[in-house]
């Protein structure tokens, strides 16, 4: 018999868990694990990116006051750039599973593959931030988390226009990158990012 992993999602004891910022060409990429409580469900939960950037803060402040436990973990670029964003947001979703102050039994993984040396049994689901609530909670708070770094980051490196971008390859970010060169906070793995160092040289 095929579970679904909707249903089991609805257990005290299942973390659902996402990631946000494999594509910026600049800052860490960001994980959360959330573990919900069924006896405060949370209304309007469902993929970061559908979200206004206000709801998704409205959203992130009732997971982290009603949510049976949660946790957020980074990578940095450079450890991006050390092992290549797929292994380093695997990485990061490990981190957050393992550092929940409840143990889950299961995780449920959005997207098509699971972390290595996870602490409890785990399953991807593709799509599953729009459709299992623990994942959507999970990539709610990592987004809202993420954003406010990158705002942090562009007070430390001014003239590239992340607190707007948030890092990703837009025509602005771009244009700064060949002006400016990188900044430390840059991903030099990245082609654009090399390209633009190399220039700089």
């Known amino acids: 018999m095929t579970l679904d992993p909707v249903n089991l999602a609805q257990g005290p004891d299942v973390a659902g868990v996402d990631e946000v910022g494999r594509g910026p060409l600049a800052g860490p990429v960001v994980a959360a694990a959330v573990i919900l409580d069924p006896a405060r469900p949370i209304e309007g939960l469902k993929d970061s990116k559908a979200l206004s950037p206000a709801r998704r803060e409205a959203l992130d402040a009732l997971i982290r006051e009603r949510a049976l436990a949660w946790s957020i973990a980074v990578c940095s670029p450079a450890e991006i750039d050390a092992l290549n964003i797929l292994q380093a947001s695997l990485l990061a979703m490990r981190r957050a599973v393992e550092t929940l102050s409840v143990a889950p039994a299961l995780a449920l993984v959005d997207g098509n593959r699971c972390p290595e040396a996870m602490p409890c049994p785990a399953r991807a689901v593709v799509g599953g931030d729009r459709t299992v609530a623990a994942i959507s909670a999970a990539s709610i708070i990592a987004k809202v988390?993420?954003?406010?770094?990158?705002?942090?980051?562009?007070?430390?490196?001014?003239?590239?226009?992340?607190?707007?971008?948030?890092?990703?390859?837009?025509?602005?970010?771009?244009?700064?990158?060949?002006?400016?060169?990188?900044?430390?906070?840059?991903?030099?793995?990245?082609?654009?990012?090399?390209?633009?160092?190399?220039?700089a040289s």
């Open 145 to 199: 988390h993420r954003d406010a770094l990158m705002v942090a980051l562009d007070a430390e490196h001014p003239g590239y226009g992340l607190a707007g971008h948030k890092g990703y390859p837009t025509p602005v970010h771009l244009e700064a990158l060949t002006r400016l060169g990188p900044s430390p906070c840059h991903r030099m793995s990245f082609a654009p990012v090399r390209r633009a160092a190399c220039q």
